[in-house]
């Protein structure tokens, strides 16, 4: 299965540098000075918990260069670069191409459908805490690396178990899952509360704990009930496993918007925030936490704009 992946950042450098070590057929659609600083150096995924992976020449691609269709297409970028997204890869989407976005939130589903069909997009969710460092290596923080895809209508068909197949056995958790949307609300609650809670106070989830043990906790609550409202109540596993992670003494955990916030960079806020807090109001939900972290973070993005910072450091 000849796998396209948009993008060599933090997702796209260490699910493609995986997918390659393990032999699969994957080419990455980066931008011209990306492509040559992986054919200077290489791609190197560092990771305590699988072990170092280098790929002296991977296999890359420009958007003007791109003539041929593939069968899997990962979306890695950001949410707010979507629309440049689909633009660069619509020459690579054929009849039988199967799209599986690895994006926070869930509005860019819509999106997706709306311009290739929702026949070729999958849902998708991963786990992991990632980044791509200044000399261009994909550096691993954790011990989790687990990637869940699925078919919104047809999840056991015979293309989701090629899928399956073609992601399985690569040194990292692949899960072809059969109710998807769940998993992307599940997520969706828990990253919308790392990353409102940390970006808000500033400081891990440790430093939090110490000040207020039920801060987080709270947040969360704010942001399952948004989930339930929507008709995706969260597992009572997965809250009380992921409540255990936002309430944990001493953690150095913290969201990468709080990274990108910190480095003055560009932030999901909408996607991740701004989206759940909508729907929470149209539900009449009283969600005053999720409110006051997605103000936080808005007044952030004024103040780049102001700055005339506004799209900077996008580059993939």
């Not at 005053?288 to 103000?295: G, S, Y």
Request: glycine share 10%; hydrophobic share 45%; proline share 5%.
């Amino acid at each position: 299965m000849r796998t396209l992946i948009l993008g060599a950042g933090a997702l796209g450098g260490y699910f493609g540098g995986m997918l390659l070590a393990a032999g699969r057929d994957v080419t990455f659609l980066v931008r011209p000075r990306t492509a040559q600083q992986l054919a200077e150096h290489g791609l190197r995924v560092l990771s305590a918990h699988r072990g170092d992976v280098f790929i002296p020449h991977p296999p890359t691609v420009l958007a003007d260069g791109l003539d041929e269709h593939f069968d899997l297409i990962l979306l890695s970028c950001k949410a707010y670069d979507m629309d440049d997204a689909m633009t660069s890869i619509a020459p690579a989407v054929g009849p039988d191409t199967a799209i599986l976005p690895m994006l926070n939130g869930i509005a860019h589903m819509a999106a997706l459908d709306q311009r290739f069909g929702q026949e070729r997009v999958l849902g998708g969710a991963c786990f992991i805490s990632a980044a791509r460092e200044s000399d261009g290596s994909i550096r691993h923080f954790n011990n989790r690396d687990e990637l869940m895809f699925g078919d919104r209508f047809e999840p056991s068909s015979p293309r989701m178990q090629a899928i399956a197949a073609t992601l399985g056995g690569c040194n990292f958790i692949s899960a072809l899952r059969p109710a998807i949307l769940q998993d992307m609300w599940e997520k969706w609650s828990f990253l919308a509360t790392l990353a409102g809670i940390t970006c808000l106070m500033r400081a891990n989830v440790g430093d939090i704990v110490a000040v207020d043990a039920t801060l987080s906790a709270r947040l969360f609550a704010e942001c399952c009930a948004i989930a339930t409202s929507e008709g995706y109540p969260p597992g009572a596993a997965f809250a009380e496993r992921q409540r255990g992670i936002l309430t944990q003494p001493g953690s150095q955990f913290v969201a990468s918007m709080l990274r990108d916030l910190e480095n003055g960079a560009p932030v999901e806020s909408h996607q991740i925030l701004g989206d759940l807090l909508d729907r929470g109001r149209r539900h009449g939900l009283a969600t005053p936490l999720l409110e006051i972290a997605d103000q936080h973070v808005r007044c952030y993005e004024e103040r780049r704009k102001r700055e005339g910072l506004e799209g900077s450091g996008r580059a993939n």
